[in-house]
């Protein structure tokens, strides 16, 4: 898997064929998936409006690459910063923080993870992603709140009713069935619920 610059320049890249810009796209959203891959890429898929026939709109592939480099922006500095403190406090011998921060779990999907893929905010990820990141450092906890849309939780074991993002992160299970058939249904992008698009 290579670096997300690289695979976002190849989504970009009008040379190649849709279908290459297509797996491009996907690894850039394993890269930056602040939902969790599949709901993420539900949201993009419903967000940039990316067609089922990838010929119909190539612009919705370059709009989605976009909005989750806008996402990677708001959460790649934080990340770095927290990094380099962490390496400052090792080499003084001080121990692991008890709670890591959202950011820090593979994609950053432990920021605002919805086990459900259809079930997620619905605001830019850049947006959702600030959020979470503000409330984080203003010590809002994870138990009693939810860090995306600020509700309080009552049940705290559960996803969030309002927004679908669930407090454990990955380890969430989700056993809607059936699972398989709909996340094939959104990869390939046959969603028969949203708007259709406006004409050129
Ligand atoms: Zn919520």
Redesign the pocket.
């Known amino acids: 898997m290579t670096s997300f610059p690289a695979q976002a320049r190849r989504v970009r890249d009008s040379t190649l064929s849709p279908q290459r810009r297509l797996y491009a796209l996907r690894e850039c959203t394993l890269h930056c998936a602040p939902y969790g891959f599949r709901a993420t890429w539900h949201h993009l898929v419903v967000s940039a409006r990316i067609p089922r026939r990838l010929a119909d709109d190539l612009d919705a592939l370059v709009r989605a690459v976009d909005e989750l480099q806008r996402a990677r922006d708001v959460v790649l500095p934080r990340a770095q910063e927290y990094a380099a403190g962490r390496r400052r406090e090792k080499a003084t011998g001080r121990r692991t923080p008890q709670t890591p921060p959202p950011w820090n779990s593979w994609g950053w999907s432990r920021i605002?993870y919805c086990p459900d893929p259809e079930h997620h905010?619905t605001a830019p990820l850049a947006t959702v992603a600030q959020a979470v990141l503000d409330r984080y450092a203003a010590g809002i906890g994870v138990d009693t709140h939810?860090?995306?849309?600020?509700?309080e939780?009552r049940r705290p074991d559960r996803?969030?009713?309002?927004?679908?993002?669930h407090p454990d992160g990955p380890a969430a299970r989700w056993r809607a069935y059936p699972a398989e058939e709909r996340w094939q249904r959104i990869w390939h992008r046959e969603l028969d619920d949203r708007p259709t698009p406006l004409a050129p």
Do not use: E
């Not at 939810?146 to 509700?151: A, E, K, R």
């Not at 996803?159 to 993002?165: K, L, N, R, S, Y």
């Open positions: 605002a905010p939810c860090l995306v849309c600020g509700i939780r996803a969030c009713p309002t927004c679908g993002v």
